[in-house]
């Protein structure tokens, strides 16, 4: 198995008769799944999706693939396909159409339907998208595309086969086998043999599950748990999970429906996911069962249950202001039901686990993954994978969506059914990757930075400036102030010490302030001294003592002005 690369150049220029894959996003970490095909001089892009943010990422909103390898060459771009509607999928599509709004996407019936608000939301233009099913094939430019049926924890998910001149390219997206989905629309099993048996040259499969072994259980376990919790509930229900999962969203509104109560949508993106599907008959709604949150905060506690956004402690979203006591709506109470019915993505823990805990306080009953069958995923376990290997039988080998980790295992799974090791391709994310006469190899890194979203700012803000952020955070801010005459140098004024977020009083630097005023003095002298120098001395002397003194690190900020 290869290793992955350090420290590669920039890709030569692709050679005769090859495909190049660049992943700008989606390995070696779990979200902003990106990749693009470039063959005969032009680009296919596969998904464009969005990272969420960590704690130690903080007032970031969201996380893009970097588009700065790409964006010189738009025009070369013959289309943009979307193997399924979730946000680590879909979450970029609007700030890629920001530099080029006619790129033509093809998808399924609901993950374009997901997609179209978005574009809207940012004043963009919905026009040129093209509807896909599972067994269509199109030609766009040197890709021909067949679409292939797969289940995942959304409807209308596809995997996607490219043939090219330079071989076949497998992109499974998300997916697992369940044999008893709740919409019927099982992964094809037949499709993705047939295409196996006719030569699969790269095999780019989904890796986010590949050490948990065995299967996965199917979504129709979760109906009789969630009929029963829900049956059982005195109280208010609150259940929360994604915003995009209609599966797990049906099976709640079916149990509400079986013990009388109305159900209230409560997040706008909940809102908005769900009013698409019941229109495009993915979600089959009992008449008069859903009603606004106000109409249902008027019915008995027995009768209500809130199906809210928040899954993953999110503190501006739903579940968190209730388990705050800060919703507009909904006022929990001892007694009352809560389903966390959702994973964990990583990074999330503290934020979940910290929910959970003041919905126990304030007396809640709380079922979660970890105590009730609630969840299961919409990943491929390593059963899964290997019944994949099998039914494939690639060439060459490419773990996609995971963390390197996952990757790892992934590629271990691949040799173990019989994939030879030198094929097996560990990429990062930027690390390009040819595929010419049947062998697929490392060729190169393009840049793939993290691109933060800030608010209106795209890309602005960088890792030295959230590296403050942290400080200020955790470590706190002093400020120290001096006025110096500009001629004879002398102190006017100050130093003057301010503290904000530490826990110690501003009278503590009482000790430290007479040997910054000396060192004032030392650095300042008679004709002026440039500013700069003065407040280094000052910082110095500060930042020692603090750091012996008070064991801590805040960022200092000192300001000198002269007269």
Not at 10 to 20: I, K, S, T
Not at 512 to 517: A, F, K, M, Q
Not at 544 to 561: F, Q, T
Request: proline share 6%.
């Amino acid at each position: 198995m290869k290793p992955l690369y350090e420290n590669l150049r920039e890709p030569a220029p692709l050679e005769d008769g090859a495909l190049r894959v660049i992943p700008l996003g989606g390995l070696g970490e779990v979200g902003r799944n990106m990749n693009v095909l470039e063959h005969e001089g032009k680009l296919l892009i596969v998904d464009c999706g969005v990272l969420f943010p960590e704690v130690y990422q903080p007032g970031v909103d969201l996380i893009l693939p970097d588009f700065s390898w790409i964006a010189d060459r738009l025009d070369d771009v013959v289309g943009m396909v979307i193997t399924h509607g979730h946000e680590d999928h879909i979450g970029a599509v609007p700030y890629l159409a920001k530099l080029r709004d006619d790129i033509p996407i093809y998808g399924s019936d609901l993950t374009l339907a997901f997609i179209e608000p978005k574009l809207r939301e940012h004043r963009l233009p919905a026009g040129d998208m093209h509807i896909v099913k599972s067994g269509d094939r199109l030609q766009l430019g040197p890709f021909e595309l067949e679409f292939v049926q797969v289940t995942h924890s959304i409807p209308d998910a596809l995997a996607i086969c490219v043939r090219t001149s330079a071989g076949t390219v497998l992109i499974t997206g998300d997916f697992k086998i369940d044999h008893q989905p709740l919409d019927g629309r099982k992964t094809d099993l037949a499709a993705l043999g047939r295409i196996g048996s006719e030569g699969v040259d790269l095999f780019m499969i989904d890796s986010t599950n590949s050490e948990v072994p065995g299967f996965i259980p199917s979504e129709s376990e979760i109906g009789p748990v969630l009929d029963r919790i829900v049956e059982e509930a005195e109280g208010q229900v609150v259940v929360a999970t994604f915003a995009s999962h209609v599966h797990r969203v049906q099976q709640v509104m079916n149990a509400a429906a079986k013990a009388g109560r109305h159900v209230a949508l409560v997040g706008r993106s909940m809102e908005r996911n769900m009013r698409i599907a019941a229109e495009k008959g993915y979600l089959t709604v009992p008449v008069g069962l859903i009603v606004d949150a106000n109409e249902l905060a008027a019915l008995p506690p027995e009768k209500r249950l809130y199906m809210a956004t928040g899954s993953q402690g999110e503190p501006r979203a739903a579940l968190a202001r209730m388990s705050a006591g800060s919703h507009k709506f909904v006022n929990l109470e001892a007694g009352d039901t809560v389903v966390v019915a959702a994973s964990l993505i990583p990074g999330n823990e503290t934020d979940v686990n910290r929910v959970i805990n003041e919905l126990t306080q304030l007396g809640a009953k709380v079922f979660h993954r970890g105590n009730a069958k609630v969840h299961v995923s919409g990943h491929a376990c390593q059963g899964e994978l290997l019944t994949f290997y099998n039914l494939v039988q690639p060439k060459n080998v490419m773990p996609i969506h995971g963390e390197l980790r996952h990757l790892v295992k992934n590629g271990q799974l691949a040799v173990s059914t019989g994939v030879p090791a030198s094929r097996v391709v560990l990429a990062d994310g930027g690390v390009t990757v040819d595929l010419k006469d049947g062998q697929a190899r490392i060729s190169g890194q393009v840049p793939c930075e993290l691109v933060f979203v800030d608010g209106k700012s795209i890309g602005e803000i960088s890792e030295e400036e959230l590296e403050i952020r942290r400080i200020l955070g955790s470590e706190g801010f002093i400020s120290v102030y001096a006025v110096v005459e500009h001629d004879s140098g002398m102190v006017l004024s100050g130093p003057t010490i301010k503290a904000i977020g530490m826990a110690e009083d501003d009278a503590v630097f009482d000790e430290v302030l007479p040997d910054v005023e000396d060192a004032l003095k030392d650095a300042a002298a008679p004709g002026g001294k440039d500013p700069y120098v003065l407040q280094q001395a000052m910082r110095r002397v500060l930042g020692r003592w603090v750091a012996r003194r008070l064991r801590r690190r805040p960022m200092i900020v000192p300001v000198v002005v002269e007269q």
